[in-house]
């Protein structure tokens, strides 16, 4: 039975939102400013910035896809995944619109102020998330639709929020960035693999074409887990450095990432694989802390 919402309500923004995701715009940023922490460089409010702008980009993703996925009729009735703020009525696509140009203009008012820190070169990185950020679900070839979204969240939730957080700060790259960056990308996927993996069914009636289509449910099994695994893995790379809790605190992570996974296997479908949403943000969360910890206090 569907909520009774008043239209366009603050309670209906709110959920609009997606607070949750948070976690994954979060992390990159944590571990950046670990790894900046870790080499002497750190500076609060670069990284304050980053938070902000990181969080703001991430609400703005969410109302676009919620938007446009309602206009492209991918939101059905049958959908399995937590509720469409524009599929429900509770927001009116005009409204929606206004939204998004006021959260991206927010945004880039926000993330225009680390060029102070990170100069001009700033100007295109910000311009190239706001881009992909509409590119991933709009256009004439949406990114999301045509299996390209495990990629894009390498770049966007790995390589520029690690790499864009201790640059800001250390205005250099290091090899634990990359390093940092590919875990925290990894990381993140497995986020996007579970959504995929609860709407293989709609997106292939859909013409999504997620990797999870594409190759069948096996491969996104066992995508889900190998995400897990291979970001914890890279964390032993930090031994080269002689940083041994950067190396192993992270391997606390593999027992929750397996029987989240478990868990997975055993639902298999239908709309009780929203709780493995919750359980692999929290995943995420742990192992960014475990890391960001590791990174820290064994440096």
């Not at 289509?213 to 291979?230: A, D, K, Q, T, W």
Request: aromatic share 12%.
């Amino acid at each position: 039975m569907k909520r009774e919402m008043t239209l366009n309500s603050f309670r209906a923004w709110f959920l609009a939102m997606r607070p949750k995701t948070l976690t994954g715009a979060f992390t990159p940023v944590l571990i950046g400013s670990a790894l900046a922490v870790m080499d002497g460089a750190f500076q609060f409010l670069p990284v304050l910035i980053c938070f902000l702008f990181a969080g703001l980009m991430q609400v703005a993703a969410n109302l676009i896809n919620d938007l446009f996925d309602f206009l492209k009729g991918t939101d059905r009735e049958d959908r399995l995944g937590p509720e469409r703020a524009c599929a429900q009525g509770w927001i009116s696509p005009g409204a929606m619109k206004r939204g998004i140009a006021v959260v991206v203009t927010l945004a880039c008012l926000v993330g225009s102020t680390l060029i102070w820190y990170g100069g001009a070169v700033l100007i295109g990185v910000g311009a190239l998330c706001v881009l992909f950020a509409f590119l991933y679900t709009t256009g004439p070839y949406p990114l999301s639709y045509k299996g390209w979204g495990d990629l894009l969240v390498l770049i966007f939730f790995g390589f520029v929020p690690v790499g864009g957080t201790y640059y800001v700060q250390a205005l250099t790259w290091t090899p634990a960035v990359t390093v940092g960056s590919l875990v925290s990308g990894l990381l993140i996927d497995t986020l996007l693999v579970v959504n995929n993996y609860r709407d293989r069914e709609a997106d292939a009636k859909s013409g999504k074409r997620t990797v999870v289509v594409r190759f069948g449910e096996p491969f996104g099994r066992y995508l889900y887990l190998s995400l897990g695994v291979g970001a914890a893995l890279l964390c032993f790379t930090f031994l080269r450095q002689g940083n041994y809790l950067a190396a192993f605190l992270p391997q606390l992570y593999l027992l929750p990432h397996y029987l989240t996974w478990r868990k997975m296997v055993v639902i298999h479908r239908g709309q009780k694989l929203n709780s493995i949403l919750g359980e692999t943000s929290r995943n995420m969360l742990l192992m960014g802390l475990l890391l960001s910890l590791g990174l820290i206090l064994g440096s």
